[in-house]
């Protein structure tokens, strides 16, 4: 595990950026998993740019998100699938049809989760996954819990988790108290993994999780366990 501090939000923004675009480059129908949150912004803008510069070509990239809310429409203003075509999609020469997020609105939830495992199989697995973390180590919406969990699942939002996005919503009440989650066997077959954290409010949980005992009660300190990890750490 390389863990890198930089001084700035936008170093971490282009450091990470770096990554992605080497990743499309090298192997331009890379499979990418994305994340959504305040973190993966500034990495989505350096790549919007170099792809605006010409530096860039996503058409025959696919990408694969980590989570969506349970019962949020698509074009939910704080739906992940908009996020990401707002974030993201809108501005790059990437395939609609090569960009696939949780369905929230899935009648059959079970389904739905085996079926985005299945998918994440059938295009060869991830290639490069982005992860950003919470301040109680969850990855995706992989909470704290007894045992780390292998499928992708409708998981319940830790309280913690519904605090932290109160800021997107305006007020906790509206959060979603579930979502779609990929769960932890697709994220550890990724074969790299690139994990962002910024901000004083990320320096503990940064510390607990890849310095601490690995422990599905710190969801994301499983990632010591995986052999290509690179986190980016930023105190801005
Ligand atoms: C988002 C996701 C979450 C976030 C985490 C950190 O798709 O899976 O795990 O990465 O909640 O969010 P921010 O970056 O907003 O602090």
Do not use: W
């Amino acid at each position: 595990m390389k863990i890198i501090s930089v001084e700035s939000y936008r170093k971490l923004s282009r450091l990470g950026a770096n990554l992605i675009a080497a990743q499309v480059t090298v192997k331009p129908r890379s499979v990418l998993g994305l994340a959504t949150g305040s973190s993966p912004v500034g990495i989505y803008r350096e790549l919007i740019a170099r792809y605006q510069a010409g530096e860039l070509d996503f058409s025959e990239t696919t990408t694969v998100n980590l989570d969506e809310y349970i019962g949020l429409a698509p074009d939910h203003p704080q739906s992940y699938r908009r996020f990401m075509q707002e974030n993201l999609f809108d501005h790059i020469n990437i395939d609609p049809a090569k960009t696939f997020v949780p369905n929230g609105l899935a009648t059959d939830l079970d389904a739905e989760c085996a079926a985005y495992d299945r998918r994440i199989v059938d295009l060869g697995g991830i290639d490069l996954q982005l992860l950003g973390i919470g301040v109680d180590g969850h990855i995706g919406f992989n909470e704290p819990a007894d045992v780390f969990e292998k499928p992708t699942r409708a998981a319940d939002l830790h309280p913690s988790t519904i605090a932290a996005n109160a800021r997107f919503f305006g007020r906790a009440d509206d959060v979603p108290r579930r979502a779609v989650s990929m769960g932890m066997g697709a994220i550890m077959s990724a074969r790299k993994i690139l994990l962002i954290a910024n901000g004083p409010a990320k320096k503990d949980i940064v510390e607990r999780a890849f310095h601490g005992p690995i422990t599905p009660r710190v969801p994301a300190s499983i990632l010591q366990l995986h052999p290509d990890v690179t986190v980016i750490f930023s105190e801005e």
